[in-house]
């Protein structure tokens, strides 16, 4: 089952990788059609088409049925359908077209509801309430394309059949949908197994009314024998359009962190390393964010491993483990509802994952640690024990000191601004990779992290409209 985004994101991906609206468009059509014609032999079919894809996917079937037993009724003027290419299909159809105005309920046997598809939101106007309305009341046959018209509103269609696409969609049933036929229209598997430009659309892109803190508030804790790295992460969620980015970091390392940027905030405990004396302290801060990353230049020792399993155990907002957070958690991961773990090859290893196990071997570790794993190679793995995504963007210049502090940045900075923690781990390996690209483009392979980092607001410019 997937939600009316994922849709998006599929389609968007599908198209990036020149399967595009037209092609996926007329597949629809022909599978509608082709059940049509097989449930319905001889009946009357009109088809009640909105402005939108949905309303694409029913000219497009209509143009392969009977033209004398076929009706196409519009709930917009022609000139208003959305897309060039629809209105060219709508131009060569051979049966009736008509406004939905003309409707007669008794001059067909099957009505055909293409009203409004899965990116529809809110409840239905005129003139789309109004067909509703008679679809409901109408005595034959009533069959929905890929979702109900205004499913999940109180004012929908209640078909006897819907024909959907690829997969159920979010919120259906056979008490709201009838019958459910699911055909598929020829998206390729990488649309919706790789993460790709589409996934963008699952950017929380900022309210007009946002305000400073509202986009994001993430704590940083680490540092210690390591500044650079903490600073680096940092920079990349804010890069990544993290509102507000504070530093728990220790005393002895605390300047050298603040200077690498004046929009920093920077909590300085005591000491050289992380101690437990801070923990409660520590506990109190992420209660004021909305998103922590534990690990980035943390060090190793007993007391820092014994502090980070206590800090993840007791924080309540998403986190994000990453370097010495993970090494410090080895096998000993404690549940969180919300974690994201961020480890390469090594560290998977160091927290009980096969490293010859593939995303089988992924799956496993994330189902037995509750957490999204993220394990970052040529090709990055995301899996949340049941989803499991790939993502390769990137390139070898990727390779130098940083890059994975710069990407445990970004998935923790996604995750301040509220998104979910498979979606930030995957869009955030994506934006990472893609980064990367771009900072080799300009750099070739004497690119750094910083270089990537600077390359992230390219990969939000060139895809977020």
């Known amino acids: 089952m997937i939600t009316a985004l994922d849709s998006s994101v599929i389609d968007a991906n599908s198209e990036a990788m020149g399967v595009g609206v037209p092609v996926l468009m007329a597949n629809a059509g022909r599978a509608v059609a082709s059940v049509l014609s097989e449930r319905f032999p001889g009946k009357r079919v009109a088809f009640i088409c909105g402005s939108g894809n949905n309303g694409g996917d029913g000219i497009a079937a209509a143009g392969l049925m009977d033209a004398g037993a076929t009706a196409v009724y519009l709930l917009r003027p022609k000139d208003a359908m959305k897309s060039e290419f629809v209105r060219g299909m709508l131009s060569k159809l051979e049966c009736r077209v008509s406004d939905f105005s003309e409707f007669d309920a008794d001059g067909c046997d099957v009505i055909v509801d293409c009203a409004l598809g899965t990116g529809a939101s809110g409840e239905a106007r005129p003139p789309y309430d109004v067909f509703i309305k008679a679809a409901n009341a109408f005595k034959g046959d009533v069959v929905s394309v890929d979702v109900?018209?205004?499913l999940g509103t109180g004012l929908s269609v209640r078909p006897g059949m819907t024909i959907t696409f690829h997969d159920v969609k979010e919120g259906m049933d056979e008490g709201n949908s009838g019958e459910i036929v699911v055909r598929d229209i020829g998206i390729p598997r990488e649309a919706y197994e790789n993460v790709g430009p589409g996934d963008m659309l699952r950017y929380p892109i900022p309210r007009a009314d946002s305000h400073k803190g509202s986009?994001?508030?993430?704590?940083?804790?680490?540092?210690?024998?390591?500044?650079?790295?903490p600073a680096m992460a940092a920079l990349a969620a804010m890069r990544v359009g993290a509102d507000m980015v504070r530093l728990a970091v220790p005393k002895g390392c605390s300047a050298a962190v603040s200077s690498f940027s004046p929009v920093f905030m920077v909590t300085a405990l005591p000491g050289d390393s992380l101690r437990m004396e801070h923990l409660h302290r520590l506990a109190l801060l992420a209660e004021?964010?909305?998103?922590?990353?534990?690990?980035?230049g943390l060090g190793s020792s007993d007391v820092i491993s014994a502090g980070v399993k206590?800090?993840?155990?007791?924080?309540?907002?998403?986190?994000?483990?990453?370097?010495?957070g993970i090494t410090a958690l080895g096998r000993d991961v404690p549940l969180h509802r919300k974690m994201v773990l961020t480890p390469h090859a090594r560290e998977f290893e160091a927290l009980g994952?096969?490293?010859?196990?593939?995303?089988?071997?992924?799956?496993?570790?994330?189902?037995?640690?509750?957490?999204?794993?993220?394990?970052?190679?040529?090709?990055?793995?995301?899996?949340?024990?049941?989803?499991?995504?790939?993502?390769?963007?990137?390139?070898?210049?990727?390779?130098?000191?940083?890059?994975?502090d710069v990407l445990a940045g970004i998935v923790a900075g996604l995750l301040s601004k509220g998104m979910g923690c498979f979606d930030a781990a995957a869009l955030g390996a994506f934006i990472s990779g893609r980064a990367g690209e771009h900072a080799f483009e300009d750099k070739s392979y004497g690119m750094t992290a910083t270089d990537v980092i600077e390359s992230i607001p390219k990969v939000l410019k060139e895809y977020l409209r």
């Open 215 to 229: 986009n994001g508030r993430l704590l940083i804790i680490g540092g210690g024998p390591y500044y650079g790295a």
């Open 310 to 324: 206590s800090l993840v155990g007791s924080i309540n907002v998403p986190v994000a483990v990453d370097a010495d």
């Open 353 to 404: 994952g096969d490293p010859g196990g593939g995303e089988a071997a992924v799956r496993e570790l994330a189902a037995k640690t509750g957490s999204v794993v993220l394990l970052k190679g040529k090709v990055d793995v995301v899996s949340d024990g049941a989803r499991t995504r790939r993502n390769a963007t990137g390139c070898a210049g990727m390779t130098s000191a940083g890059t994975g």
């Open 148 to 150: 109900p018209s205004g």
């Open 288 to 296: 004021q964010h909305d998103a922590v990353l534990i690990g980035p």
